[in-house]
């Protein structure tokens, strides 16, 4: 199983980003996946996951600004995320469990004040 993120980058506050992460090896349909966020070394927090069934958790330091979603048919999760606060900073995570937890490579996104 793989996890490729992408869609990290340098953004001013106020402003918005879109991840993506494209997952193989898996039936993705059958399967949470999610994003986390490592501001301190090992130490990842939860952002946001969704579920086979599309229920969705939000982290309550981002919820109000940033939505998940899925596409199935692409092996795809996306996090969407707006008003974007220099606290967001931080390496961002695509996660996935199938019989173990799996993560991707990390994309970094940097909020400037």
């Known amino acids: 199983v793989q996890l490729q993120a992408s869609g990290g980058g340098l953004v001013q506050a106020g402003g918005s980003l879109e991840l993506s992460c494209v997952a193989s090896?898996?039936?993705?349909?059958?399967?949470?996946v999610g994003w986390y966020r490592e501001t301190e070394e090992n130490v990842r927090d939860l952002v946001a996951v969704?579920?086979?069934?599309?229920?969705?958790n939000i982290s309550t330091a981002v919820k109000g600004r940033f939505t998940i979603s899925r596409d199935n048919a692409k092996r795809t999760v996306y996090l969407h995320m707006n008003s974007l606060e220099p606290g967001d900073t931080a390496v961002y995570y695509c996660?996935?469990?199938?019989?173990?937890?799996?993560w991707g490579q990390g994309t970094e996104v940097t909020v400037s004040s």
């Open positions: 090896g898996l039936n993705f349909g059958s399967h949470a």
């Open positions: 996660w996935t469990y199938k019989d173990r937890e799996i």
């Open positions: 969704i579920t086979s069934t599309n229920f969705t």
